[in-house]
């Protein structure tokens, strides 16, 4: 696993994995490691690349209690015509299924439209699924094309949940997404890369990552 001209020692790479894994900064890694920032950043490329194929390749098809939700990312805005989730802006949409007890997945979307959304829902989870999703109306008529059971939470004098009937499993993720990339500058170039990296990262130790992604170079 070499990314540089000068040979790094097995035991040097074994480290920068671990504070790639623990979600230093290339920056941060350079400074404790002693190794040139450019080297890091190529391992760190590496990394999420190997990542990045990793998620992609999966055959996400989710069953069971499933939250549905989008998520806006970005600074620029419409003036003026902010609204709910920043619907209505010039952020990127992404959308992302949650099941309960399980896996998340995202997709970046052209647009929250009732066809975009439904297009993913209807590739990606089981029509016998228990669908839990906010009161947007990209969400309508999903009973129609086959899924009995999705109820929903209308987000309106601060009542977010009503007994299994919440979305708060993907708003987690969404969080946990967000305050991620806050310390990344510059993320719009490999967004996509950042964001399935965040998907991969979610509620797994660091040993856990630290397994999977020696597991995954070694591929």
């Known amino acids: ?21 623990l979600d230093l900064t290339a920056t941060q890694t350079s400074r404790l490691l002693g190794i040139n920032r ?4 190529k391992y760190f490329n590496k990394f999420r690349q190997k990542i990045y194929s990793f998620q992609v390749s999966q055959k996400h098809h989710f069953v069971g209690e499933v939250e549905v939700d989008e998520s806006y990312f970005g600074p620029r805005r ?5 609204s709910k989730k920043g619907r209505g802006t010039h952020k990127q949409p992404v959308f992302g299924i949650f099941e309960r007890n399980g896996k998340v ?14 297009r993913v829902i209807t590739g990606k989870i089981d029509y ?4 839990y999703s906010d009161s947007w109306r990209g969400y309508d008529g999903l009973v129609d094309v086959g899924f009995d059971k999705h109820y929903r939470i209308t987000h309106r004098n601060d009542v977010f949940a009503r007994n299994k009937v ?3 499993g993907i708003e987690s993720f969404w969080a ?11 993320t719009k170039k490999n967004f996509n890369l950042h964001l399935k990296e965040c998907e991969w990262r979610w509620r797994k130790s ?12 070694m591929c």
């Open 78 to 82: 419409i003036p003026g015509k902010m």
């Open 38 to 41: 450019n080297t890091i950043n």
């Open 166 to 168: 919440h979305i708060n």
């Open 206 to 217: 660091t040993t856990e990552l630290e397994t999977n992604l020696v597991e995954l170079l």
């Open 128 to 131: 016998h699924s228990i669908i």
């Open 1 to 21: 696993m070499s990314c540089h001209n000068r040979p790094i020692s097995n035991y040097k790479q074994k480290k920068i994995i671990s504070c790639f894994c």
């Open 105 to 118: 997945y995202t997709e970046i979307i052209p647009d929250c439209s009732l066809r975009t959304l439904r």
């Open 176 to 186: 946990f997404t967000k305050q991620r990339l806050v310390k990344f500058k510059g």
